[in-house]
């Protein structure tokens, strides 16, 4: 077990993370019929996780509006926040491994918020 050092770290979670995703049977099929080009995606989300634990630049793009119009709902965010904490605790420990943890569990918690507040209607996002 290590501490999340930087990018290369990021790049092991993240890939290993998005593979349990794409092949689990709840979430699985929403993000594949989502996502047309798995290595842009990818991508994106180093980005995203290299600006959001250690504030490297770089990062473009509006997660929220992308995922607003997506059928995903309480059971959804679940199963991607139980997948998420079983890929960084399997190889990762320290400040850094919690603190992944938590800014997702706060994503998901906001978007789950905002969600709710769309009633289903996605031409509500404010992009």
Do not use: C
């Amino acid at each position: 077990m290590k501490q999340i050092e930087g990018i290369e770290d990021i790049k092991l979670f993240v890939d290993e993370f998005y593979g349990k995703v794409r092949m689990d049977e709840l979430i699985g099929p929403i993000f594949n019929e989502a996502v047309d080009d798995w290595s842009h995606h990818l991508e994106k989300l180093y980005a995203f996780w290299n600006a959001a634990l250690f504030g490297v630049p770089g990062f473009r793009g509006n997660p929220f509006a992308k995922h607003a119009p997506l059928p995903i709902g309480t059971d959804h965010f679940n199963r991607w926040l139980k997948l998420f904490s079983e890929t960084i605790d399997d190889h990762f420990e320290g400040a850094m491994a919690m603190d992944a943890k938590n800014r997702a569990e706060l994503m998901a918690h906001m978007f789950l918020i905002r969600l709710s507040q769309l009633n289903g209607d996605s031409d509500k996002v404010i992009v």
